[in-house]
């Protein structure tokens, strides 16, 4: 009798914490699913290296935690904060320019006690300003409103864009315009953005570093350097294809663990999660991904304000082009762009940064309206 | 009042409830886009995945699964009687993997402390290192003596990446004593490129260079074999996956006698010259001898400059094959052949004689030819033309048959041109002919270098092979043979030995077995009769020998453009020559000696081939070799000039 009061003492506490810690969740649930995926992916693709590992579990704990943080304080924090937020991560890019280190690219600052990319910030940033600016105007926006947004975004885009991080600069700026798309922009103001978009194409190869030039001409005809620039695409399209329909097995990449595939922990890591589970693995993990971003809009919709809708929103849809672009890179369907996969790639800082964003999501679900 | 609102501040008007249902809109539309894109994606994989799945695969294979090569182990070469004259032998040689060896310069001082590592090894390994990468092993010295693999074995643990690796070298155990016919390998260099290409030479190190080795390369090499072996992308090597094993070469029996080539050697006692005997039964070569000769080991891994700067220089010139591109005037050697030319011809009898007065006129001319005895031999049929060598003979007899018919019937027996033995870059020679001599000097033919040419001078030039060659039809009833030094091959070491094919052998050259008996006979009487030039040489044979000296000046351009005038003093420049066929009656061996700077060709060359014919008929019962070279007479200088003039430089 004592045993049952006992466990029923337990479960009332449990419920009660559980409607205090204001988690979705089957979207936990599915990023922590991703997550322990990466963390085996990672396992056979660093050739059984703890180490990193380790590293990466850490680096997801911290991400976890800073969601668990997040989901709990009140999205009209957030909202306050914002224009400050924006502002300071502006501030950073330009101080990354001037004086960050970084291979090749001046994307990391170190600030004594910790060392991270600001361009992190402006993928929460970015959205949350767009947002805070659209959320008090009347929607579906106005031409001016455009313009203003169009602006709040160019911004910190360039600023990435010049460190140079094209992939991130991408990110950021998608992450705007889903929450001007969102914002109900009409049909016809898209589709004239987009005309305007491709007629600039040629300004942007005029402006573009010599090797991204190059991952474009590779991505066009990977054949005409096989064992240069079109080195990367070629062994990742034969590290998928060879995966074939049931893949190879776990631990039993070839072209991983003979080093034929580049970048096999970072960028390139879904391919060797191709590689050793097929294309049954690539859909099932491919579905997830779905049903987080469709989650993620779920919880958008049924947000209670507009500055929480337009973020939730925006934070989902820029989720799937992480998978998208990488995807697509590893398969040869667009070029090489340094975009992770998420919470698979090896590497932190964009794991904490998604982390955190879905903390916003649970902040916003944890207040929607009821009923 | 909300028109009118919305009328004057349009923008500031929020309607809450239609913006959510904008936004549900748009975010489905959203997601329809999202799913369509994911879509696209996830059948971009599955052509991936499953329509080029197969091709895909194999490219992942290919990169995964690497052929490296295996070298064969060349074949082995072996004398008639199974004598070994190259094989290859187990070596150890130091290797360093530069990956693994960290600090390599260092590593390679630590080891001279060890094992004495020679500057030229440096170089060497320096170059390699510049070509390899770094994960290959480079060999830094050959040839570890056993004493320095067990010191290194010592002391292994101080060197990692440093291994000691066993390698097959050839090696020739007879060294010097085959340099020539056996030749050597060396390393594949430039001007073996098209063979570099070669896959059958993907992972053999040596070629054959000269001699046998070179010519028979083909049967030696092998084939090459495979190891599958899994590679990372860097090339390096992971594990083996499956093997062919390389085929060995064909081993190589050779007709050469090892045991008479040696007691042929001992004979010269160092001094320059030529033996040649070849089985007239078959054209088997017997033993090859071009003294003074090579140590062809010094090659197998590169000879020192200073080594090779020494041979080119050698005065004697060793490296010179004399016996396919030594050209010598064969001289009285000549005169068995001259003599059936006569015969056959229908220009003699054996019995029409010459009246030999000491000298020979053409009529209208006041030159003379001379014959070597003062005074002259009287009256001479064919007989004792050949014992006593009698010039004036052979003067007439030439005149009579005119050079047109002497040169197209001497053609018979191979004179100028090629044998055709087995070895490569042998000289043709030259048969005084009026074409040969319009096409070389662009002059017309004068009688008197048709009486000279019927004592073997003027224009005549001889290589020994090509005389030995002559010999051996002319012993074998005219019957021509050609030469050949490979008499068997077997597959492997447990295969059967099979028989090399018998060459195709000419027609008959002597239509008359009066005619043969009649050249024979003179011959016979060279060695054995009462007035024999080479009696002493015959003497006390337990078989019947049958043979011919020849003494010549040496072959020189000055030489040749003279009118051929004999009278040009005799001197140690004379080649001495000898040629002889035993048994007389049922000859198994026909051997031809040279000798530079030899007196005459029945002292020094007549005991040289006897010895070589009593080494090969009666073995072991062989009387021990006797020199006949007076001890002043050795010790005495030797013109320190070459006395031989090469027709052709040897084709490498």
Request: contains cysteine; positive net charge; hydrophobic residues 45%.
């Amino acid at each position: 009798m004592i045993d049952r009061d006992l466990l029923g003492a337990i479960r009332r506490r449990w419920q009660r914490w559980w409607q205090r810690s204001r988690l979705d969740l089957p979207l936990l649930g599915a990023l922590l699913l991703v997550a322990t995926v990466g963390l085996l992916v990672l396992f056979s693709a660093s050739a059984e290296d703890p180490q990193q590992v380790l590293n990466q579990a850490l680096r997801l704990g911290f991400g976890f935690a800073v969601l668990l943080v997040f989901s709990r304080l009140p999205p009209m924090w957030f909202r306050m904060l914002t224009p400050w937020f924006y502002l300071g991560t502006l501030g950073l890019l330009v101080l990354v320019l001037l004086l960050g280190e970084g291979r090749g690219a001046n994307r990391w600052l170190d600030l004594k006690l910790l060392r991270f990319q600001p361009a992190e910030l402006a993928k929460l940033a970015l959205p949350m300003m767009v947002a805070w600016y659209l959320h008090t105007r009347a929607l579906p926006p106005r031409w001016r409103d455009l313009w203003v947004s169009c602006l709040l975004i160019a911004v910190p885009a360039l600023l990435i864009a010049k460190q140079p991080d094209l992939g991130t600069a991408l990110l950021v700026s998608a992450s705007g315009v889903f929450v001007v798309f969102l914002a109900g922009l009409a049909w016809r103001r898209i589709l004239l953005l987009l005309g305007l978009g491709a007629a600039s194409v040629p300004l942007f190869w005029h402006f573009m570093h010599e090797y991204q030039r190059n991952r474009v001409r590779m991505f066009l005809d990977p054949e005409a350097d096989p064992l240069g620039n079109g080195w990367n695409i070629i062994q990742s399209k034969i590290a998928v294809g060879s995966g074939g329909l049931f893949g190879k097995g776990f631990m039993d990449s070839t072209q991983a663990r003979l080093d034929f595939l580049p970048e096999h922990t970072t960028d390139f890591i879904f391919a060797v999660f191709s590689e050793e589970f097929g294309l049954l693995g690539v859909t099932a993990l491919i579905a997830v991904y779905l049903f987080i971003i469709g989650r993620g809009l779920w919880i958008a919709a049924n947000a209670r304000d507009s500055w929480s809708r337009l973020l939730a929103g925006s934070l989902s849809m820029t989720f799937f082009v992480y998978v998208m672009v990488n995807g697509g890179m590893i398969a040869g369907l667009m070029p090489v762009v340094g975009v992770p996969m998420p919470l698979i790639s090896y590497g932190g800082t964009s794991a904490v940064s998604l982390l955190a964003g879905f903390g916003l999501l649970m902040s916003i679900h944890s207040h929607r309206r009821l009923g | 009042m909300k028109t009118l609102w919305s009328r004057r501040r349009p923008v500031l008007l929020k309607d809450v409830a239609l913006e959510s249902v904008l936004f549900k809109r748009r975010a489905a539309q959203g997601f329809a886009i999202i799913v369509l894109a994911l879509l696209v994606l996830i059948a971009r994989y599955g052509w991936l995945q499953v329509i080029e799945h197969g091709s895909l695969s194999t490219a992942a294979e290919q990169n995964r699964i690497k052929s490296r090569p295996l070298p064969p182990s060349r074949g082995l070469i072996y004398d008639r009687n199974g004598v070994l004259l190259a094989e290859n032998v187990l070596e150890y040689r130091l290797e360093i993997v530069p990956e693994q060896a960290g600090d390599v310069m260092a590593t390679v001082a630590a080891i001279t402390a060890v094992i004495r590592i020679d500057p030229e090894d440096l170089e060497r390994f320096g170059q390699l290192r510049q070509s390899q990468r770094r994960f290959h092993s480079l060999p830094i010295k050959f040839h570890l003596s056993e004493e320095e693999v067990a010191r290194f074995a010592v002391n292994r643990y101080r060197f990692p990446g440093v291994e000691v690796v066993p390698y097959l070298k050839r090696f020739y155990p007879l060294g010097a004593d085959l340099g020539h016919v056996i030749g050597y390998v060396g390393r594949i260099g430039t001007e073996d490129r098209e063979r570099l290409d070669d896959p059958r030479y993907s992972a053999t190190t040596h070629i054959g260079k000269t001699g046998i080795e070179r010519y028979y390369e083909d049967r030696l090499l092998g084939q090459v074999g495979y190891e599958q072996v899994e590679t990372n992308a860097e090339g390096r090597a992971l594990r083996v996956l499956g093997r062919v094993a390389p085929k060995p070469g064909q081993n190589l029996y050779l007709a050469l006698d090892a045991r008479l080539q040696q007691a042929a050697i001992a004979a010269f006692e160092g001094r320059p010259g030529v033996a040649v005997a070849i089985d007239p039964n078959n054209g088997e070569v017997l033993c090859m001898v071009s003294q003074p000769s090579f140590d062809p080991n010094w090659f197998v891994n590169g000879i020192s400059r200073q080594n090779y700067t020494d041979l080119l220089a050698a005065s004697r010139r060793p490296l010179f094959d004399r016996t396919l591109l030594g050209g010598y005037e064969p001289g009285s050697t000549i005169k068995p052949f001259i003599a059936m030319a006569g015969l056959e011809l229908g220009v003699r009898t054996p019995s029409d004689t010459v009246f030999s007065t000491g000298e020979f006129h053409l009529p209208g001319q006041a030159k003379g030819y001379r014959d070597w005895k003062k005074g002259g031999h009287g009256r001479i049929d064919l007989h004792e033309s050949l014992a006593q060598s009698v010039n004036t003979y052979y003067y007439q007899l030439a005149n009579d048959l005119g050079i047109d018919r002497l040169s197209s019937y001497l053609a018979g027996f191979g004179f100028g041109q090629a044998t055709g033995i087995d070895l490569n870059g042998e000289a043709v020679g030259v048969l005084p002919s009026r074409a040969w001599k319009q096409a070389r000097y662009g002059k017309a033919w004068y009688p008197g270098e048709t009486v000279i040419s019927g004592i073997g001078q003027g224009y005549w030039v001889v290589t020994p092979i090509q005389l030995a060659a002559a010999l051996a039809t002319l012993a074998g009833n005219g019957i021509h043979h050609r030469p050949h030094l490979l008499r068997a091959t077997q597959a492997s070491f447990d295969a059967v030995i099979v028989p090399v094919p018998a060459l195709a052998q000419g027609a008959p050259l002597i239509g008359n077995a009066t005619h043969l008996a009649a050249v024979h006979d003179g011959m016979v009487a060279v060695m054995h009769g009462p007035t024999g030039t080479a009696r002493r040489v015959g003497a006390n044979a337990p078989y019947q020998i049958a043979g011919k000296s020849g003494t010549a000046q040496r072959v020189t351009s000055a030489k040749r453009s003279a009118s051929g005038n004999l009278n040009a003093p005799e001197s140690f420049r004379n080649q001495a020559l000898f040629m002889a066929y035993a048994p007389a009656a049922q000859p198994t061996i026909a051997v031809v000696v040279v000798v530079e700077h030899g007196e005459s060709g029945s002292r020094a060359a007549g005991p040289i081939a006897r010895h070589i014919l009593d080494v090969y008929l009666l073995g072991a019962a062989a009387p021990p070799w006797v020199s006949p070279v007076p001890a002043s007479a050795a010790s005495a200088p030797l013109a320190p000039a070459a006395e031989v003039k090469p027709i052709a430089e040897p084709a490498r």
